[in-house]
C-alpha cells in the first residue's frame, strides 16, 4: 500500500487567513490525488480530485497544487464554515489510502 | 442528483458478520465505481473495497479473507459483508460512489464524490 502523510496533523487559524496543507505520497501517485473535508458526525465531502481540479460546487478559496510525491491543500481566506478535518487520498494503485487527516480549528 | 442511502444492524456480537447495504438514487449505475470506507471512532479512513456493476471487485488485502461485496443491479444496490467480526471493526461504515477514470477503453476508479451518511457498528460482547 502507498503510505499518505499530512503535515500538520492540526493548525489553529483565524478568519481570512490563508491556510495550506501538505500532503506526501511515499510514492509516485501522479496527479491521481484528492482532498476531502469533514465536519464532525458528518460523511468527507470531495473538495479536490486529480490533484488541482475543483468538485462542482466547491467555492473556489479551496485550491489544489502537487504532482508525484508532494501535493498542497490551500484554502485562500478562511471562513468559519471551513473549520474541519481535512483528508487527502491516493487512487493511482490498489489499496487506495488516506493521509492521517489535518483538523483546522479556531484560533 | 444521486443520493446513496445505507442501513443495516448497528450492534454485532463478536464473531458475528457484518451486513450493510446502500441504495442509489438518481443518476447511473453503470458508470461508476462503489466502494465501502470505514473510519473507526476519533481516527481515519480506510477503504475497504469497490465493486462494478458487472460484479468486478476489489478489496483491502488487510482484509481480503472476511469481506464479501456484491451487487443488486435491479434495485441498483451494493452491500458489504464483513465476517468474524471484533472489537477492532468497532466503525462508522460509508458506502461511496468513485469517479470513473477512462484510459482508451479501460477504465480506473477516481476520487469519492458522493458519499452514504454512514453506519455506526459497534462489535461488543
Known amino acids: 500500500d502507498i503510505q499518505m502523510t499530512q503535515s500538520p496533523s492540526a493548525l489553529s487559524a483565524s478568519i481570512g487567513d490563508r491556510v495550506t496543507i501538505t500532503c506526501r505520497a511515499g510514492q509516485n501517485i501522479d496527479n491521481y490525488l484528492a482532498w476531502y473535508q469533514q465536519k464532525p458526525g458528518g460523511a468527507p465531502k470531495l473538495l479536490i480530485y486529480k490533484a488541482s481540479s475543483l468538485e462542482s460546487g466547491v467555492p473556489s478559496r479551496f485550491s489544489g497544487s502537487g504532482s508525484g510525491t508532494e501535493f498542497t491543500l490551500t484554502i485562500s481566506s478562511l471562513h468559519p464554515d471551513d473549520f474541519a478535518t481535512y483528508y487527502c487520498?491516493?487512487?493511482?494503485?490498489?489499496?487506495?489510502?488516506f493521509g492521517p487527516g489535518t483538523k483546522v480549528d479556531i484560533k | 442528483q444521486v443520493q446513496l442511502q445505507q442501513w443495516g444492524a448497528g450492534l454485532l456480537k463478536p464473531s458475528e458478520t457484518l451486513s450493510l447495504t446502500c441504495a442509489v438514487y438518481?443518476?447511473?449505475?453503470?458508470?461508476?465505481?462503489w466502494s465501502w470506507i470505514r473510519q473507526p471512532p476519533g481516527k481515519g479512513l480506510e477503504w475497504i473495497g469497490e465493486?462494478?456493476?458487472?460484479?468486478?471487485?476489489r478489496y483491502n488485502p488487510s482484509l481480503k479473507s472476511r469481506v464479501t461485496i456484491s451487487v443488486d443491479t435491479s434495485k441498483n444496490q451494493f452491500s458489504l459483508k464483513l465476517n468474524s467480526v471484533t472489537a477492532a471493526d468497532t466503525a462508522v461504515y460509508y458506502c461511496?460512489?468513485?469517479?470513473?477514470?477512462?484510459?482508451?477503453?479501460?477504465?480506473?476508479?477516481?476520487?469519492?464524490?458522493?458519499w452514504g451518511q454512514g453506519t455506526m457498528v459497534t462489535a461488543s460482547s
Open positions: 465493486i462494478t456493476h458487472r460484479g468486478r471487485t
Open positions: 487520498q491516493q487512487y493511482n494503485s490498489y489499496s487506495f489510502t
Open positions: 461511496a460512489r468513485g469517479q470513473i477514470l477512462w484510459f482508451g477503453e479501460l477504465s480506473s476508479p477516481g476520487a469519492f464524490d458522493t
Open positions: 438518481g443518476g447511473s449505475f453503470s458508470d461508476y465505481y
